[in-house]
């Protein structure tokens, strides 16, 4: 039920798909993240560049070792980390950047691979929510020295839990599978533990879930993007929202459906009056820097970071899954166009 050969073979079918040399399941993506910042070597007073604008494991995972976040505003257009922005962050004490494939639409990697090689930083790249994405024909989960995915029941493959990280380097991918299975080394007594390990293990039952969705990512994500254009035209010509950016040069994958509301609607209370009609929406996400945690643990404040405050504020996600039928999109439409109509700043 655990380490058995369903978990081999997705990780093997992984790594392909990936074109990496190794992939090592995990029993999150958060797990996928802390252990990739202990394999590159980040420790206390680090720092590592990432995003705001995010969920809130890509900045703790940098914590989970008492290194630094250090964060870099968005790009008001992509809502990925702003790669202009990241120069001037970079001091004696960076060791890595950390970007999000934030929604499924890839990060700026030129830049950021750039920057990586100008200044020897290491990079981790989150691709939790963009698996199938593409940046410039090269798929997102191949471009960090490490690069996770996830797994959870939100995600485009869900397991229950689950995650994965890819890497080239064998000697990381060593460290890895170590220290997810209680740093044990290749002894064979059970006990043979040579460093700090954790319970990080992918189950076999979300390995054989991971590894039958894998196999037919190429259809789950057609049918997301179906639904995704579906829903594009269906709200296309309401002047008071912009829809999910769509990017030129590179592939996204879809992972939520956000879109953004003009200043002239009171987003606010949007979601409590369509969830009279019967349709969920939500907030996603809320900037990471203004959570109570890390408030208090660092200080901030409302305009830290502007455009992933502002961004924040304007954006809701829009009820999306695969089976979301027609029918439904027309009545998601209506029920928005009322709500925009009725909840206009006068
Ligand atoms: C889902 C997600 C993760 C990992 O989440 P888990 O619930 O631990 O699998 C990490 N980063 C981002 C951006 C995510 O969306």
Redo the contacts with the bound molecule.
Sequence with gaps: LSMGPRLEMFENEMAKYTGRKYAVGVN????G?HLSVRALGIQEGDEVITTPF??I??ANCILFEKAKPVFVDIDEESFNINPHLIEEKITKKTKAVLP?H?FGVPCSMDNILQLSKKYRLKIIE?A??AIGAKFKKKKVGSFGDTS?F???PN?QIATG???MVLVDNKQQAKIIRSMRNQGRGSGKSGFDHIRLGYNYRLDEMSAALGLMQLRRIEEINEKRKEVALKLNESLSGIEELELPYNPSESERSWFVYIVRFSEEVNRDEIPDYLRLKGVQTRPYFSPIHLTKFYRKKFGYCEKSFPIAEKVSKATLALPFFNQLSDKEIAYITVALKKAIVKLKKS
């Design positions: 999150s993506g958060t797990s993240l995010s969920f494991a890509s999000v934030v989150d939790c929510e996770v996830a797994f959870y995600k839990e689950g995650g």
